[in-house]
Structures are given as C-alpha cells and as structure tokens.
C-alpha cells in the first residue's frame, strides 16, 4: 500500500493576451479563469493510478487562496479521496515556502498515523516556473527527489520512475519514501466521470493555516516583454499561395535554389 | 568570483552552456571585473577535457574546477550540487550561473536549498548589481519577473538563446582545477540506473531540426497528418504539433512544442491550423522565419508570424507539396 501526496496550484489560464493587475505584482486573470498545469494534471493522474495499484490513498494539496479548492475538488473528481488547502496568498510566497508549506503537511499527517510515502509535484508552475518546490520540499523531508519524469509505479517499498533524458529514456529506482516532479507526457489524464464529480463533491478538504516564517519570492514586478507591432507580409489565400510560398522557401534556402 | 556550472554532449561544452558563459562574463564585466570560473562535474575523457579547456579559453575563463569523482558519470542531481557547492564554498562564488536546461535547473535548485539561497530560474537580464535585481521569463516567457536576489551568492539560470554565445575580446589558456568532491552514499540514492536508448530520439530530432512544420486543431483528426507529414518530409525537417493534438491523441506527445513540450529554434517554423497560444509560442518563438497556414486572419500566430497563407491547411498545404515536387 502507497499513500500518495500531490501537488497543484491554481493559475491563470491565459491562452491569449496577458494582462497584469495595477501594482505589477501579479496576472489579471478575471476574464480568463484558472487552471493548473498540465504537467500537474498527469501527476494527479499518476497518483490516482499508484493509489489504486496498491491500495493506498491519494490527497491533493494546494498552497494558495480559499478558490484553489475549484482546483482541489477537480484532481477530487478523478480518483484523489481527500484534499488540504494551506490557505495563503500564493502570490507572496516564493518556492522555499511552499516547500515548507508542503513540508509541514506531511509531517502532521505522520504524526496523525498517514504517512505518504510519494509526493507527486508538478516539474514546474506554469505561472512563476522557479523549477524548486519538489527539490526544496525534498531536502527539507529528507527524501530523495526525480524531476522531469513521465512515468513511475510502485513495487513493493521501491519506486520505478522514467523521463526523458539528453541519450533517451531515464530509468530510475528508489527506496520509498520520495518525492517525484512530473512531466507532461507518460500519462493521459483521465476525465471526471459523473459519478466522480458526485464524490468531489462530498469528498472532505481540510483547510489548514500558513504557520512558518515567509521568505517570499524576491519578485519586485512583473512586466510584459515589448509588443511587436504585426509584420506579417500575406503571401495569398487559398492553393493559389503555392508558387508564392515555394519562392520564399527557396529565397530563404530552405529549399534548393 | 563568478561561477558557471558548464554542461558538455558530443561537441564539447553545450551551445546553451557556451550562452551562460557569454552571460557570465557580460555580469562579471559589471560587477567590476570579477573573474570568471567555470565547473565541469561530470567527469570527462582526455580529448574530450581538452577540447572543452579550449572552448572555456575561448570564453575567457580563468579557471576550471573538474571533479574528480568517477561516482559523477551517471548522473545523479545531489551529486552533481554536491560538487559544485564544493566549488562555490572553495572559491567563495559571488554568483553560481547554469543554462536553463532540465539539468541545469535541476542542479541549481539543488544547490540552492544546500546554500540556503534563493534561486532565479531563467534569466534573461541583469537589471542592476546594487541591489542585484534580474529580469526572468515567467509564464513560459510572455511576461517577464524582476526580481531580487539578496543572499550572499546568487544562483541563476540563464534561458536558453537569451543571449549569443560570443568569444572574449581576449581568449584565456584556464587553469585546470582538479578536486575530490565532497559526495556522499546519500546523494546517488536519486541516479540513473540505466539510459535506453530509442533508435530515433525523435525529441531530439525536433528541437535540432532547421525546419519544423506545425500542426494544431485545424488538422482535424489523426488523420489528418498525410499531407502536413509530407510536407515535412519535402523539407527535410521534423513534425510539432499543438496540446490540442496531443491531448487529443492524434499525436504522440514527444511532438509537442510549447511550455509543456519541446522548444525549438528551427530557420523555418510552419505552424498549419495553430492558433498561437503564448503557451504554444513559448516553444516556437526563437525560430527565425515564421510561416502561418491558417483559416483566420486574426489568429494571434498569424500576426505574430513573418508571412501567412490564409485559408484551408487541406488545400493549401498539398497545392505546395505538388509545387515542391514540380520544381524539384
Ligand atoms: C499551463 C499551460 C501549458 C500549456 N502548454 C502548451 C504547450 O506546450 N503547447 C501547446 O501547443 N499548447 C499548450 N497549452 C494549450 C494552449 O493554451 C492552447 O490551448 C493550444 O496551444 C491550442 O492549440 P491549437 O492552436 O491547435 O488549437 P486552437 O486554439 O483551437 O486553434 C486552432 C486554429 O486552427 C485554425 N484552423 C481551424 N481549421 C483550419 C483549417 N482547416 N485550416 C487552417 N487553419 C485552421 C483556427 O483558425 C485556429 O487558429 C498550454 C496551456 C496551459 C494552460
Ligand atoms: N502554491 C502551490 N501549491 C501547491 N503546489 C505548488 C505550489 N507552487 C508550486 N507547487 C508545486 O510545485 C511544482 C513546481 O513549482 P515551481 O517550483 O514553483 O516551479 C508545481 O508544478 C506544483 O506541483
């Protein structure tokens, strides 16, 4: 049996134009709504299929505002039995305090009788990308940590792990307990069935107060890179473009000249 | 001292590692003629050590720290941050700089928890040295974080194409280094127990082919790949394809560029049926030509891209295959 921690943050789910608030400090991200990454997705995934193979619990954990649990009750709706909130304004905190966060979580639930024997993280935040809190969290449980993988499995009390590497396919193992930083790409998240949805619904999510100390993030502002003015020259419409796009191909020396 | 954390392939020191050092030594010229240091862990063949003292020189570094360590050759993350802490810790580092790769990322996060320091994951400038405060790409790169970094050494990587890799006005003969690293049984629990290598690493062949043609919901289905898979094989290049595609299952995920999947810098990128989602241009916008197919003038990779055919990808891309073919 593996009990399964995972790990996702809400935010912004900008396709489009970003748009910051007033003071420069965070995304405006009223008209466009939130989401977690896709490399959390399959991390979510992944626990739900390691918690089922082996009978264990899967729980999933955001650090941030009261609204993350739209994002909790989500990763609630495929497969994971119960969710923590760590309420806190994310956007103060950097990746060192989320880790503790994260860390302080499990070392209250061991010392209530659940112990997690994996915890799953995201390879990086689609929003402040700082690559840290599985490491950080890692140190400061003591555990070792794999990032950048795709898929991993549970036998017995080692843990099966691969990601891509520079020469191919990375295969690790490792004793339990760890800590995994997963990509998008081994996995295929599933959708919430109905019944699923149902079960979010009730399933139980204790919402717990940021204690430690906050080192915050060093971010003094965030700004948006110049906008280029569009220069796109339009070559044709429709099939008649042919001889129009082969010129260019061939003047830029993609193809033969 | 600034130290950079140097990464080698088949060529010798990697093109991103060779930016980082450009980077480094543009810092050091800024924080008043600092020398530059540079640390290979993982431990290399004669010839291959020579070459890249060479390309160090090249770069003006003064001084090579190598770990001799034979634990290093499979890579292990806390390893490798073990070494370099060594590294920093003897020489008293001001700053530690690494490429923004997996690995270079992976490494400095671990020796930034080791030196109890914050960590700036790509960077793209130096705003200023006094408070030092550099500018990063968050959001997959389409918006940028000042931030500050206040400990006594700061840890950063540098984002990749973030600046050209050029040669020191005045190329260096570096001192080699050679040190025993501080490793423990401890730091290699977390190592690669074995690399299986696929024939083709199609991953690979995507982030270093000169072109890429691209492929997103106007493709329609799985099947509708045959003529934009030609296209590709007329050009010589690779296939990229949206999360739409993947997500859907008509492609294989190792095919996706974009925040989530490969970046690219192709001379010719032609994304069909791409809408240009700042999450997909996160992975396409260093290509250096970009041409759009796409039904809708107004789409943001349309506007955002140096020329466009507008309309139906299933027209337009076979009346080019047949043109290809015609003239070849
Ligand atoms: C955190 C996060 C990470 C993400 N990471 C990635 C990533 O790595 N890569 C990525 O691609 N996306 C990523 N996304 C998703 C991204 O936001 C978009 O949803 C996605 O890129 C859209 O794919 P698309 O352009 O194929 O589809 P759409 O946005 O639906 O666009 C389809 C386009 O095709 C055009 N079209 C339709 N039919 C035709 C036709 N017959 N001929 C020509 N043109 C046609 C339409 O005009 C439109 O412009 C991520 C999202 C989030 C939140
Ligand atoms: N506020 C948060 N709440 C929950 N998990 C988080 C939070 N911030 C980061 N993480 C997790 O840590 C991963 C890496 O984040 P980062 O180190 O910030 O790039 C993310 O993909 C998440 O899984």
Redesign the interface.
Known sequence: MANVLVCVKRVPDTAGEVLLSADGLSVDARHVGYTVSPHEECAVELATQVAEATGGRATVLSVGSEDAVEQLRNALAVGCADGVLVEADADLLGPADVAAAVAGVVREREAGGLSYDLVLLGNDAADTGDFQVPVRLAYALGRPVLTGISTCEVQDDRLLARGDGPDGTEVFELPLPAVVAVMEGGVSPRYPSIPGRMKAKRAPVETVALTAARQGSGRVRLKLPPSQPSSVEILGEGPEAAPAVVDLLTRIGVVGR | MILVLVET?AQGATLVSREALTFARETAARLGDQPVHAAVVAPLEESMATLVMKQLGEQGVAVVHTADDERLTT?A??AHAAAVVDAVRAEQARMLVAAGT??G??V???V???LEV?????VVAVDSVEPL?V?R??????????????DAVAVL?VAGHACDPEPAEVPTAPERLGYTPSVTDQDL??????????VV?D?AALTGA??VVGAGRGAGGPDGFKDLLELTEL?GGALGVS?VV??L?WRP??E?VG???SRIAP??YVPCGI?G???HWAGCQSAK?I??INTD?DA?M???????????LH??V???N???RR?K
């Open positions: 392939d890579y993350a806390a997996p690995r990322n992976e400095l996060a671990h930034a928890t080791r914050a960590m700036a994951a790509n405060v500018t790409q968050v959001l997959g790169g389409s918006a940028l974080e000042e931030m500050r970094l206040d990587s629990v977390a190592r690669v127990a074995r690399t299986e290598v696929t690493d991953t000169r072109v050009l999360r993947t997500s299952g995920h190792h996706q925040q989530t999947g001379d010719l809408s989602a700042i999450q030509t041409l759009a003038r943001p349309v506007t955002k891209a140096h020329y466009a055919v507008i309309g139906d027209e337009i076979p009346a080019i047949e043109e290809l003239r």
